[in-house]
Structures are given as C-alpha cells and as structure tokens.
C-alpha cells in the first residue's frame, strides 16, 4: 500500500497531520481544523454510500492492512487465557506486536453497552495477568461522530471505558485511520494519531 500527501485548503490542518507529536495541546483554532477534516472525510469517503456500515470482518480486514502497513505482526482469533487450567479463556480479534510493543484489539461492527461490558473484562484480564499490551476497541470510522458526542448515552460510555480502563478506539476506513490512545484526543484537546491514505492526482 503507498501513502502519498496532497495539500489540503487549510495550511493549519496540514500542519496538524505532519506532526509527529501526539501529546501536545491544541488551541481552539487547531481543533476546529482537525474537527473540519475529519467531517469533511467522513462525509466523502470513498465508495461509502451513507447508512452504509463496515462489516466485522471488512473492520478487522481494514484494521489489520493498515497495521501491517506499519510493519505490525497480525495474528487473528488469538486465544488468551487466565487462571488454572484455562478456566478463563477468550479470543482476541486481533493481536499486532512489533518489538516489545504489544497492541490487542476487539473489532466491533456496532457500538452498544454489551460491547463495552466485555471490552472491561478484556482490560481487567490483561492487568490481573500483567500482560503489558494497549487495549484498543476498532469501529467503522463511519462512527466517529457518535463516539465524540459526550451528550448521549453512547458518547458517555466511550468517555467512561476511555478514562477509566484506558481503553483506546480505531476508526477505520480503506482510506483514514484514526487512533485515540485517550479521551483528550477523541475530544480533540489533543492530537489523534491521523493517517490518511490519498490516492495520487494530477
């Protein structure tokens, strides 16, 4: 997969995406900017026609290409296990290592409170077996705006298992990938990990 740049309208918001950072604040003009580009994808993704939603697989497919792409090792259904003899078993949609650098991931094609009910168990899991990996929930990246809007029953269960468990979230597309490590970025009072997969033109 190549990744090439074009220059967007907004110099700010080609600052924004160049930065290696992901931990510095933004100002309220910088959030302003990244909260345009990304209504700006989400209503102009390609081949997405609206209502139209990623399977489970198709998310874990997308997911999996593009970490990969960040020379990431895949495994898939990986079966992980806690206390004597098995007695506590699951399988992890995804599991990508590079290095010592350890990422789970549970793929979702719906949010929805039993979802977040299993994704604590995951977390608990791994700290109860001090298994140093980063806990991520991947969702359509077409759900982006539910997640961010903290007004509804569904924005308030993100902000919870996000503050509380330091559960992250992927919001993925064939063609953008958004990563939130913590609240601050989703609400973007931060920086996201933004990667962004532009076809050349002339």
């Not at 390609?46 to 697989?57: D, E, F, I, L, P």
């Amino acid at each position: 997969m190549s990744k090439t740049r074009r220059q967007t309208k907004e110099d700010i918001v080609d600052e924004l995406i160049s930065r290696k950072e992901t931990d510095f604040d933004l100002t309220d003009k910088e959030q302003k900017a990244l909260a345009k580009i990304l209504s700006d994808f989400l209503s102009g993704i390609h081949q997405r026609k609206r209502g139209y939603v990623y399977t489970h697989n198709r998310i874990m497919q997308e997911t999996s290409a593009w970490f990969e792409y960040w020379g990431y090792d895949v495994a898939v259904e990986v079966p992980f296990s806690m206390g004597k003899f098995d007695a506590e078993t699951v399988r992890f949609d995804l599991v990508a290592q590079k290095g010592k650098e350890l990422v789970v991931i549970e793929v979702k094609d719906m949010m929805n409170k039993r979802d977040f009910g299993q994704l604590n168990y995951y977390a608990d899991m791994l700290q109860k077996t001090k298994t140093k990996a980063k806990l991520y929930l991947a969702i359509d990246f077409l759900e982006i705006d539910d997640a961010m809007d903290d007004e509804t029953a569904m924005g308030e269960m993100v902000k919870e298992i996000m503050e509380r468990e330091h559960i992250g979230l992927i919001f993925v597309d064939k063609i953008i990938c958004v990563i939130c490590d913590n609240y601050e970025q989703l609400s973007l009072q931060k920086m996201p990990d933004l990667q962004i997969y532009l076809e050349e033109t002339e």
